[in-house]
């Protein structure tokens, strides 16, 4: 036979299952041909042998037995895989459209060497489970190059449909691995599960109905104990327990996902848009849309990661930020509406989190922070909100709000419970509208700041004094009082205390004197000033004579 005809139909590896492979394909012709009185039955054999050595050109459906590929080989047509085939190290297997492997009940491709399966939305690569296949019961698409030097494989415009996991890339090539333009759906786990790969290329896919409650890997991308991984423009939904999860490893983009209605046991932490597990760090989740999740939307539980303007509402919590490990996030420029538990929470220990820019809309309540801090929120807006409150601090939480404005329906802007309490500097917050909860006492406080800009000049030239002592005093509490030096503009800028708001009421800090000093100037003193919102000094110091 010669090469390139075995290449074509397949006729490769071992003995037993070119002679199978062909057997099979000459007894489905010969029952064809011997309805028509053309054939017997008996010849199916000898037919088998001119389709591997003479029909030039010619797809036939045949079947694939379990066994190993040793060689380069193409599969065109329909392909009946009838149990677990290996592509071997050195091997590359394409799937040249038009191509639908149909597989048994336990069979699938374990690829040792290299896949090239580059479908289109015209003629796309389909490989599902035979009639009578059971979600889960055919194996998937495994992908564990032995030989480093073989290219990473290439899966595009396919359909798979039914596997335990769709495509499992669980080893580098020499090239990364690349899965786009894909549909992957009704798969038992994942539709794709990465595991100890680099740079792998997950672009533009639509994955729908993958995972199952209780299970794992499950759900539409799991990714774990691998790095720098582009997971962008993927199309997510239907899918139970993670739209995109990233278990482990660093530097993945997760970039223009859409993700909806990702389900899982009711009142349960199962059914997350994207999740960001407590091993997982330096993870870039940008410009997503997560809609309609059992739980919440985004959940960061590990370190140094950027949350940036995603769009996410519609589930019981929007965006969340929880565990000892999760510090130094940037949660920034983000939309987050109609959460009804917490629209966006920080708990758990979380600290030392920056969240900034972002609008927070609808529900019953914007933020929860419980045993956790201390945590930034910066030009952040919460408004429409419905029940108790708009923000709620509880058990030890302790966070900073600046420039932060609070619109809520409910009864209050801002409670308190247990040992938790407040920094408030240049925010829109009612003082009025404070509750004091369960487990409060003098512990808690909320302080009430804002930010005084002092210019401090030279009397006789007008320019900057740099170095400056600025201080501000409280004339009311000995014991309240802020400095800062001026920079090389003569500038300085300090949050200086208005009010402290306990349970038995507001405890003014204001007025405060203000002291401006430097070495070879004559002191400058200003009595009474009072800071009930932000304040700007500009201070001349003479020399000394």
């Not at 479908?119 to 564990?144: K, N, Q, Y």
């Not at 046991?265 to 059992?294: F, P």
């Not at 000033?529 to 000394?544: T, Y």
Request: proline share 3%.
């Amino acid at each position: 036979m010669h090469s390139s005809q075995a290449h074509r139909y397949g006729c490769f590896g071992s003995r037993r299952m070119r002679h199978r492979e062909a057997l099979q394909a000459g007894v489905l012709v010969a029952l064809r041909l011997s309805k028509c009185g053309l054939f017997c039955l008996a010849s199916a054999h000898w037919l088998a042998i001119v389709l591997c050595s003479s029909l030039e050109g010619v797809d036939v459906s045949r079947a694939i037995d379990a066994g190993r590929i040793e060689s380069a080989a193409e599969w065109t047509g329909e392909v009946h895989v009838l149990g677990p085939v290996v592509v071997d190290k050195q091997s590359v297997l394409t799937l040249r459209p038009p191509v639908r492997l149909v597989f048994s009940r336990g069979a699938g491709l374990r690829v040792e060497g290299q896949i090239v399966a580059e479908g289109t939305p015209e003629s796309p690569v389909v490989l599902v489970g035979a009639d009578g296949v059971a979600r889960g019961e055919w194996l998937g698409v495994e992908i564990v190059p032995v030989n480093v030097d073989v290219p990473g494989s290439r899966l595009t415009g396919c359909v798979i449909e039914g596997a335990a996991h769709g495509v499992a890339l669980k080893r580098d090539g020499s090239s990364p691995h690349r899965v786009a333009s894909c549909t992957i759906k009704s798969c038992r786990g994942s539709g794709v599960w990465l595991d100890g790969v680099t740079g792998a290329i997950i672009e533009d896919n639509q994955v729908t109905d993958c995972g199952r409650s209780g299970e794992a890997p499950a759900g539409g991308i799991w990714c774990e104990r691998s790095r720098d991984a582009s997971v962008v423009g993927n199309r997510i939904v239907a899918g139970a327990r993670y739209g995109i999860l990233v278990r482990s490893g660093e530097l993945h983009t997760l970039r223009r996902n859409h993700i909806h209605g990702i389900g899982g046991k009711a009142m349960s932490t199962e059914g997350m848009g994207i999740c960001v597990e407590h091993d997982a760090r330096r993870i870039l989740v940008q410009s997503n849309e997560v809609k309609g999740c059992n739980y919440c939307g985004i959940a960061v539980y590990g370190p140094d990661n950027l949350v940036i303007d995603n769009d996410v509402g519609d589930s019981p919590d929007g965006i969340g930020l929880a565990g000892a490990p999760c510090t130094g996030n940037i949660v920034r420029d983000n939309r987050i509406t109609r959460g009804w538990w917490s629209t966006l929470y920080v708990t758990s220990q979380a600290r030392d989190n920056l969240l900034v820019n972002n609008v927070v809309h609808g529900g019953d309540g914007g933020i929860t922070t419980r045993a956790a801090g201390p945590n930034l929120w910066e030009n952040c807006t919460f408004y429409n909100h419905n029940s108790q409150g708009s923000l709620v601090l509880m058990g030890t939480g302790i966070a900073t709000f600046r420039r932060c404005a609070i619109r809520t329906n409910g009864m209050y802007d801002l409670q308190l419970e247990y040992g938790s309490y407040a920094r408030v500097i240049d925010s829109k917050i009612r003082k009025d509208r404070i509750a004091f909860g369960e487990g409060t006492g003098e512990h808690n406080f909320i302080e009430w700041l804002h930010t005084a800009r002092v210019t401090v000049v030279d009397d006789a030239t007008g320019q900057g004094v740099s170095g400056a002592k600025v201080e501000f005093a409280s004339q009311i509490d000995p014991d309240v009082r802020v400095a800062q030096a001026t920079m090389g503009s003569g500038e300085a800028s300090l949050e200086v205390l208005e009010t402290t708001v306990r349970k038995d009421g507001l405890h003014d800090a204001t007025p405060h004197r203000v002291t401006v000093s430097s070495e070879g100037y004559r002191p400058a003193v200003l009595d009474s000033v009072e800071v009930r919102d932000r304040v700007e000094l500009h201070v001349r110091l003479r020399k000394r004579e």
